[in-house]
């Protein structure tokens, strides 16, 4: 079945320095994947995607790669800032033409001032 | 961008009693929402697909008598959990698309649902 799997471990960065984040998928070669944020008590918000065929992804101080040979996909926020502190999942659509998506278990970033 | 509004945000209810949980696209038309659960430090587990017009589709080990899901409008998907019991304490979240595929997720605000 597919697996999606993110460093379950807190990371814990400086304020001003990039946060780098990592997705690894298995048992699956998805069309895209999605990056979301998400907030205590609250529901993820989309924050980016990217296709198979597209190597970086960027939106503002967010960039996405995606390495179908490594089935891996990394998270990069540059001059990370207090206010970037969540918890942050990878997503995956499930096999076939869908928007069932299947999520990984997240990884919790903490910048501190 | 669109909205999804899920109401309520948090509910406790005694164990053997009923709760229900409203999804709503404020702003769009949603013939297809999604239903998940999440449990403290874990990730959203998919629970169903909630179909206008028709049966939801549950993924496997989800009892569909437990959580009956209605989608009666384009906007609108409830999901009731009968005879809730502690184990059912949960975040329950659902979200929604805008038309095609490739395309992110909306999601409500969630509910945190308690049991006593």
């Known amino acids: 079945s597919q697996k999606i799997e993110q460093n379950s471990e807190a990371l814990n960065i400086q304020e001003g320095k990039t946060a780098t984040l990592t997705c690894n998928y298995t048992n699956y070669s998805p069309a895209y994947l999605q990056w979301y944020r998400q907030d205590p008590g609250r529901g993820p918000v989309f924050l980016l995607l990217i296709r198979e065929n597209e190597k970086e992804k960027r939106k503002e101080r967010l960039k996405v790669t995606f390495d179908t040979t490594l089935k891996q996909s990394l998270f990069h926020i540059t001059a990370s800032q207090p206010a970037d502190s969540a918890t942050y999942l990878c997503a995956q659509n499930y096999g076939g033409a869908t928007n069932k998506l299947i999520f990984g278990t997240g990884t919790l970033l903490a910048v501190q001032p | 961008g669109a909205v999804v509004s899920q109401h309520p945000s948090r509910v406790i209810c005694k164990s053997g009693t009923s709760v229900k949980i409203e999804c709503r696209s404020l702003d769009f038309q949603a013939t297809t929402m999604f239903w998940y659960r999440q449990f403290p430090k874990q990730s959203l587990m998919l629970m169903a697909t909630?179909?206008?017009?028709?049966?939801?589709?549950?993924e496997q080990g989800v009892e569909k008598d437990k959580f009956l899901i209605n989608h009666a409008s384009l906007t609108l998907s409830t999901l009731t959990v009968t005879s809730a019991h502690p184990e059912d304490s949960s975040f329950y979240i659902c979200?929604?698309?805008?038309?095609?595929?490739?395309?992110?997720?909306?999601f409500g605000q969630g509910t945190r649902l308690t049991v006593v």
């Open positions: 909630s179909n206008e017009g028709s049966k939801a589709t549950y």
């Open positions: 979200s929604a698309f805008l038309t095609g595929l490739n395309t992110e997720a909306f």
